[in-house]
Each structure stands twice: as C-alpha cells, then as structure tokens.
C-alpha cells in the first residue's frame, strides 16, 4: 500500500509541493483528479485593473492558481501594482493582456519564487486578438486593453477573461458560460440567475418574482378593426422564465366601435412553438354573463376567445361585435391565463 502525506500531523515534514497538492481540497475542483480550478478568490473587488493615460494600475486581491501537477499556489497580493502601457499603432487596433503571473523555481528555472502582475502587448491588426504567455508558466488573465490605433481614442479595458474561484461546494459568481467539468449539485451565478448542475444539464433558479407589468394590448379584428374610443383596456403579466401569466380587461365606452370579424387581443410576448395550443379562460359580462375560453395557437402573439353561442347551444363560436351578445356600451371581457413564451 502506497502511503501519502497529510497535513496537520506533528513532526511532519511538508515540502511546498506537498502543501500545493493538499491545499487542492480547499478549492473548487476542474474536473480532473488533485486538479483545482483557478481564479481570483470574490467578494473583495481583487485584481481590479484600470488605466490612466499610459498607467495600468492592478488592484490587490486573493488568487488561487492551479498548475497541472504542481498543485495549487497562493497568491495573495496585498499592494497595488503599476505597468506601463505600450505606444499605440499608427493604423491598427491592438489587444493587450494583463495577468497575474506565479514564478516558482522548481517548476519554471526562472531563479524567483515569487508572485506579480504582468502586462504583454499584443500584435496590432485589422482583427487583433489577446496573446498568449509564451513558455512554461503559472498564470491566472486578469484583464485585456482594448488599444485603438493612434488617434482612434482611449484604450478601454475588460475583466470579462477573469476566472474566480470558490471553496467547494461555493457559487462561482458572474460567469459567462457553465463552468467546464460540473459535478452534481454544483451552483454558478450567470449574471442574472442561479443555476444548478443536475447530472446531465443545468436547472435554473429564478428570483423571486417582481409586481406584474402593465401593457397596453391591441384589440383587433379579423375584417375590420374595432376603435376603443373612451373605453379602457388594460393588460397586465408576470413572466418568470418563459412562464408568463397574464391579465387583459376591456370595458368599452359610448364612442367605442366594434369593427366586424373574429375578435383578437396582443400578447405581452410571443407563444412557444411546440405544436399544441394553449387555453386560458375568460368571462364576458354584458346583458348575461358569459363563460369562455381564450386559444393561444403555437408560435403567435395574439389570442382568441370563443364563447358558448346566443341561441343556447352547448358549442363555442369566435367571440364577435354580435356573438354571444350585441356588444353595447359598458360591456366588459376579462381574460386570464398562461402560457409558455417563446424566450
């Protein structure tokens, strides 16, 4: 049986390598065996990086940086550091790149043992791209500079290439795409929702939901088109993913007209177009009180309501100007439901 160090044990002797592959339980894993995902430690606003005329400035913060291997290297830095940027192309735009570069003796020969910032300038071109560290080195990106040519304006820069890291089992914040390599039960922060791995895809988690928004529907018809003149429509929704629920209220006035044809109210967004329909509810109030339903058809941003016909009969037909009752001034329809929102 192959024995194996541990930590926390008197009188044991640790070389920083073994520290290194041991501190790989502190940190979220990248999929592989003793392997770590790197980044900067969040919460802190680390490693923010400015620029000011031709000065980089690199903020201080918390990094941890993995290297296949090695293990996970520490790298706290507690000052600010300053970089200076390179003269802009006369023609071409340039990218640069900023990172967070850990020199370590026994694995790169370079004689330093130690941690700093690190800018590289990039190759000016029609379609510049970030460069990338040559040789064998221990790094983490921080930023990249967007360098106009000469004269084109300000450099500009992004943090987007950033990667943070968590203990296990933490929320990765702010990225862009799934983390590679999920396991069960990892969380990640997009942005803008909370996502879950759940073996073979990932589950998203929504706020909590906010008050329902207004909007205005348009009342339409089939032939001729209705004016609401001093009537009042009023719609209301909630969307939560592509849940949406929604409200309408008509009532109409002394100058309102009614058109002629198949009646139509707008949805808030457009249905999901997953081959079937969906059917909410509605009630018109005028002379009598009328039960019926609303149809979304798939992939459309209208809906329609059919009602039981005047003479009694059990079948639904269009609501119309005429049908289930002459509309008349103060006639009111009501329509509620949901439905699934094609985004």
């Known amino acids: 049986m192959t024995a194996t160090n541990v930590s926390w044990i008197d009188g044991l002797a640790l070389d920083g390598y073994r520290l290194r592959r041991i501190d790989s339980l502190l940190t979220m894993h990248n999929g592989n065996a003793l392997g770590a995902r790197s980044g ?28 296949a291997g090695e293990g996970v290297f520490r790298a706290p830095m507690t000052s600010s550091s300053t970089l200076t940027l390179t003269a802009a192309h006369a023609t071409l735009s340039r990218i640069d790149l900023v990172y967070l570069r850990v020199w370590c003796n026994s694995v790169d020969a370079s004689g330093l043992n130690q941690a700093d910032a690190v800018y590289l300038a990039g190759t000016a071109a029609s379609s510049p791209v970030a460069p990338t560290p040559a040789g064998t080195q221990i790094y983490i990106p921080l930023a990249t500079i967007t360098v106009p040519p000469s004269g084109g304006g300000s450099p500009t820069v992004s943090q987007a290439v950033m990667p943070y890291t968590v203990a296990p089992g933490g929320i990765l914040p702010l990225q862009s795409s799934a983390p590679p390599s999920p396991y069960v039960g990892q969380y990640y922060d997009d942005g803008t929702n909370l996502l879950r791995y759940n073996g073979s895809s990932w589950d998203t988690y929504f706020k909590v939901p906010a008050g329902w928004t207004a909007y205005t529907p348009a009342w339409t018809a089939s032939t001729t088109n209705p004016s609401l003149g001093n009537g009042t429509i009023v719609g209301r929704y909630q969307k939560v993913g592509r849940q949406v629920t929604v409200h309408i209220n008509l009532i109409t006035g002394s100058t309102t007209t009614y058109g002629s044809g198949n009646y139509n109210f707008s949805l808030p967004f457009s249905s999901a177009n997953v081959g079937a329909s969906y059917i909410m509810q509605a009630h018109l109030l005028g002379t009598d009180r009328w039960l019926g339903q609303t149809v979304i058809s798939p992939g459309v941003n209208t809906t329609s309501a059919f009602f039981p016909t005047s003479g009694g009969n059990s079948k639904a037909a269009f609501w119309q100007s005429n049908s289930p009752e002459a509309m008349a001034n103060g006639t009111q329809i009501r329509i509620t439901g949901t439905y699934e929102s094609a985004t």
């Open 40 to 67: 900067v430690v969040p919460g802190a606003g680390g490693f923010n990086v400015s620029i000011v005329g031709s000065t980089i400035t690199v903020g201080s913060g918390i990094a941890a940086v993995y290297f």
